[in-house]
């Protein structure tokens, strides 16, 4: 069975950069058919996808926030990770990481994690 | 971006109701839409794909249906696990966006 796991800091102060690492267990991340993303609710909101990285390191970004986002991939590890710069307090929010069909949809999702951006 | 409306965003009803929530994009998605199920403080849980086909191991009280720009969730028979909120994202083109949620509340 696929399990996503998010770790990172719960707090990060304005101005600095999140960072999140997703650890993948029960499958390869180095699979043909997926992509492994992150997307974020802010609390009592709806959902945002943030991006999406390939095995290969190929990458998708939404747009508004692509200036500020990297993702990148760690096939030896089996994990991806996300980072996040010059954080507001509007990126506070429970961040998942997800496996992505080829296509886009969300088959395997991590079970959140919250960051709270304040001083 | 493709905008996703999900409506109603509040729907009240009982057990063994039949229920439908509608989502309308912004232009097509051709058949490109998946819904989710969240429940509180839980991930998002994928229920149906490519507007129509059901994920493995969903009960077939759900089903999906459109295609275009507006597509429709229906819950055949509301059970009590069934409360919970419902959203619909669209993966026509990028960027990926989801519908701002439908929640399912009793009645």
């Known amino acids: 069975q696929l399990q996503l796991q998010e770790s990172g800091p719960g707090l990060v102060k304005p101005s600095e950069t999140l960072s999140l690492t997703c650890t993948v267990s029960?499958?390869?991340?180095?699979?043909?058919?997926?992509?492994w993303g992150w997307i974020r609710q802010p609390p009592g909101k709806g959902l945002e996808w943030i991006g999406s990285i390939y095995y290969s390191g190929s990458t998708y970004y939404n747009p508004t926030l692509k200036s500020r986002v990297t993702i990148s991939v760690d096939t030896s590890k089996n994990q991806f990770s996300l980072k996040v710069s010059s954080v507001t307090a509007a990126d506070t929010a429970v961040y998942y990481c997800a496996r992505l069909g080829l296509y886009g949809k969300v088959d395997y999702w991590g079970q959140g994690t919250l960051v709270t951006v304040s001083s | 971006d493709i905008q996703m409306t999900q409506s109603p965003s509040t729907l009240s009803a009982s057990v063994g109701d039949r229920v439908t929530i509608t989502c309308r994009a912004s232009q097509s998605v051709s058949g490109w839409l998946a819904w989710y199920q969240q429940k509180p403080g839980k991930a998002p849980k994928l229920l149906i794909y490519?507007?129509?086909s059901l994920e493995s191991g969903v009960p077939s009280r759900f089903s999906g249906s459109g295609s275009g720009t507006e597509f429709t969730l229906t819950i055949s028979s509301l059970q009590p696990d069934d409360f919970a909120s419902y959203f619909c994202?669209?993966?026509?083109?990028?960027?990926?966006?989801f519908g701002g949620g439908t929640k399912v509340e009793i009645k």
């Open positions: 490519k507007a129509s």
């Open positions: 029960g499958g390869s991340i180095s699979g043909t058919n997926y992509y």
């Open positions: 994202q669209q993966y026509n083109t990028y960027p990926l966006t």
